[in-house]
């Protein structure tokens, strides 16, 4: 199994432009997160996902939008690149949400930078 | 969702026990604690989860106390390698929305 994967792995956008990172999973995961990392800082929650067709926000929603029309891919679109979004962005998938055996698997990470 | 507080930072040698503590005082009855580890540049991984006592894998261990209010992420004869920032999390059936923290940044040093 490759897990999650995403891609890009490194992209630099200038301020207004769009672009989309793709993040798929190979175990047949319902659920399905976005997250960013600030330097030094801990992970946000973006938006979720528990299943092909059902989103709903996190924690900094503004700005991005997702969809989940499969199970396995997850894509997490910036519709007007701001210098805020400069991150590093983490795609992860569990098989459960929160509770006992509950295990998020992530993604290498792709790192936006925004000027 | 249950707050957590955790030390920023912490040094410790090679060959030594690394004790890293979580404060969680208003963790609900059916909430599990859950600890994550991340190297620089990759995201984090799954080491271990409790909801009482002691649990054991090998990796690590976690002890938690009768009331649950706190947790210990223990780790056994740390090397170079276990250098990385150590998030702990609380969670129940259904949570969507971990928060992450800003972790415990652990530095290994030979």
């Known amino acids: 199994n490759a897990g999650v994967t995403q891609t890009p792995k490194f992209r630099i956008l200038k301020i207004g432009q769009s672009m989309t990172l793709q993040c798929a999973q190979d175990m047949n995961h319902n659920y399905m997160y976005w997250y960013r990392q600030d330097p030094g800082m801990g992970l946000k929650l973006i938006y979720y996902s528990v299943g092909a067709g059902i989103t709903d926000k996190g924690e900094v929603p503004n700005g991005y939008n997702v969809s989940r029309s499969t199970t396995e891919d997850f894509p997490l679109r910036l519709e007007l690149a701001a210098p805020s979004q400069t991150s590093v962005y983490f795609c992860a998938s569990s098989s459960l949400a929160g509770g006992p055996g509950d295990t998020q698997y992530f993604g290498p990470g792709t790192r936006l930078t925004v000027l | 969702l249950a707050k957590t507080t955790q030390p920023i930072s912490m040094d410790s040698y090679e060959g030594q026990e690394v004790n890293i503590t979580c404060s969680h005082n208003?963790?609900?009855?059916?909430?599990?604690i859950t600890w994550y580890q991340q190297f620089p540049s990759q995201g984090p991984r799954f080491i271990i989860q409790?909801?009482?006592t002691k649990v054991t894998n090998e990796v690590a261990s976690l002890f938690i106390p009768a009331d649950r209010k706190s947790s210990t992420l223990s780790l056994p004869r740390v090397s170079l390698s276990d250098t990385a920032v150590y998030y702990c999390l609380v969670g129940t059936s259904g949570t969507y929305k971990y928060i992450f923290g800003t972790g415990t940044r652990l530095k290994v040093l030979a």
């Open positions: 208003n963790i609900a009855t059916n909430d599990y």
């Open positions: 409790g909801y009482k």
